[in-house]
């Protein structure tokens, strides 16, 4: 059958289109190799641009042009379909080798003949977490990890300990040297010495960074064959001595606690909650909360001060491989690191327990890099054609060259996701760049900062997230020019526009109840706080209650 295929292909035959110009015959002969692999509006387009044929012939050409290429494509196809027949009544083929390779591509090209893919071990092991965190073997699964929250907090301490110390004395020397400068030292000296400064630094926070990791990754590997362990044992009813050897006494818990000193303090939060009712037909129940508070709060962790055992993280761990995550949305810039600002801050909180389900922050910042790099070098490539399209056409090279400037960062409302397990309250975080115009008071329905919380909200819906927290005024931190009409103003503003979005949700995902969380920053008073929270039922439709009396 190869052989007759091959006689077929790459056949020339020749297209013949004869047309008149005033009084004058003319007659248009062009090679074509069949199979044709090029688009045939695209072969019209060259042959009009190549041999200068007037436009009044235009469609006519094309429509010759596609009604050629199909008859003859059929009638290669016939001539196949034929010399395959022919080769299979005269025995040159094996009608059972022919018809095995017709059950084989059948079998590969159709899903319920696929075979099941095998599960790899992150899934094995995301089921037995997810069974015995909802056993009794909870409180022994919550007790493991909070040891292994306080060794990797102390080694933290050591480290911060460590620290201090060398900057204190490198700021003792420098300090030496300045009282010295135009004496007996030049700026030389200065230079030199800061210049052994930063390196003792770098040199002294990259072997704790190696400790760090190292440490974590030993204790992620024991904690999950410990787990798969347990889980094996726990099968066997005769075998209970396991979950003994992780109990913790609550006395050295305390004792550790007191002396790592490294709890976070908690300000008063403000708080108000209320019930909304959202849809035009088919109304959909909706939470909404007020709060003032640090948006790291929902990360840090937290010990119970009644029992002093586990993480205030019980919750988060059952809903973990669930259709109920949490999220939170992040305000960052437009690079991708964890060098500067809430990017850092946010980092420390992952750093200080090991995520025993994803990758390290680090490694999950790395991917995203990549993903970004790729997705603009696509981008650009395609800048580059329509420019150099452009440059015939006289047009601009400006935006190729910002192009060629910012592709390694996002742009404003865009936005990366990061998976966490190890985290108080949250799943997923969010990180949303957005610029310095934020700040102003000038930003529509239209901002990308605006766009981007809608498309987060879009990915909450297809990604099973019911419980999202938002800033409310797109910022963390309160300044000097956000007074109480701005304030004000970019709540109604963000009040509506998440308003809307929400009623879009009913569209996405059929009407699921959602949370939906608005915070504001600490440093804001009580008074803006209530003046917000009297806003939002202005906005939202909050449901009302009814009291019920009975008739004596």
């Known amino acids: 059958m190869k052989k007759n295929r091959e006689r077929f292909c790459n056949r020339e035959r020749e297209f013949v289109y004869e047309f008149k110009a005033g009084s004058q015959c003319l007659e248009l002969r062009v090679p074509l190799k069949f199979p044709v692999q090029e688009n045939a509006s695209h072969l019209h387009g060259r042959l009009m641009l190549l041999h200068s044929l007037p436009c009044f012939i235009e469609k006519d050409l094309k429509e010759a042009l596609s009604q050629f290429i199909e008859e003859e494509s059929l009638r290669d196809y016939d001539r196949d379909a034929e010399a395959a027949l022919e080769a299979v009544k005269s025995g040159e083929v094996d009608l059972h080798q022919l018809a095995s390779t017709w059950a084989k591509a059948y079998a590969e090209t159709t899903l319920e003949h696929a075979r099941p893919e095998e599960p790899s071990w992150d899934e094995d092991f995301a089921d037995v977490y997810h069974d015995l965190i909802h056993s009794p073997a909870s409180e022994t699964l919550l007790n ?51 210049a052994q400064h930063f390196e003792s630094q770098q040199d002294l926070e990259n072997k704790w960074s190696n400790e760090l990791k190292q440490s974590t990754a030993i204790q992620k590997q024991e904690y999950q064959e410990w787990v798969m362990k347990l889980h094996q044992d726990l099968k066997n009813p005769k075998n209970s001595s396991l979950s003994e050897e992780i109990k913790v006494q609550p006395s050295q818990l305390r004792e550790s606690a007191e002396a790592n000193g490294r709890i976070y303090e908690e300000q008063r939060k403000l708080e108000e909650s209320f019930t909304i009712h959202l849809g035009a037909q088919l109304k959909t129940m909706h939470n909404l909360r007020l709060l003032r508070a640090d948006m790291l709060d929902f990360c840090k962790h937290k010990r119970s001060h009644r029992s002093g055992v586990k993480l205030h993280r019980l919750q988060t761990a059952l809903s973990l491989y669930s259709t109920s995550l949490c999220g939170l949305v992040l305000l960052v810039d437009n690079r991708i690191n964890s060098y500067s600002g809430i990017k850092r801050d946010f980092a420390t909180v992952c750093q200080e327990c090991t995520d025993f389900h994803f990758p390290r922050i680090e490694e999950q910042l790395e991917v995203v890099q990549q993903v970004v790099l790729y997705a603009r070098t696509q981008r650009r490539s395609k800048l580059k054609e329509s420019h150099d399209s452009g440059n015939r056409n006289g047009g601009s090279d400006d935006k190729t060259k910002n192009a060629d400037r910012n592709y390694l960062n996002i742009l404003p409302g ?75 103003r970019r709540a109604e503003l963000v009040f509506k526009c998440v308003k809307g979005f929400m009623m879009e949700m009913a569209s996405w995902d059929g009407g699921i109840s959602r949370t939906v969380q608005f915070l504001v920053p600490q440093s804001i008073s009580e008074e803006m706080f209530y003046q917000l929270s009297n806003m939002l039922p202005q906005i939202f439709r909050v449901s009302s209650t009814l009291t019920l009396t009975s008739k004596h």
């Open 144 to 194: 493991l990890e909070h040891n292994y929250f306080v060794s990797i907090s102390e080694l933290i301490g050591e480290r911060d300990v460590e620290l201090k110390k060398l900057r204190e004395r490198q700021g003792t020397e420098m300090e030496k040297v300045m009282q010295e400068l135009g004496k007996s030292l030049t700026d030389q000296d200065v230079n030199s010495l800061a």
């Open 414 to 488: 865009e936005f990366y996701i990061t998976r966490h397990s190890n985290l108080s309250e949250i799943h997923v975080a969010f990180h949303l760049c957005v610029d310095d115009n934020v700040k102003s008071g000038n930003i529509t329905a239209r901002d990308p900062a605006i766009m981007g919380l809608r498309n987060i909200l879009k990915v909450c819906c297809t990604h099973d997230i019911t419980t999202i927290s938002i800033p409310l005024l797109l910022v963390h931190d309160m300044s000097e020019e956000m007074t109480i009409p701005w304030c004000l």
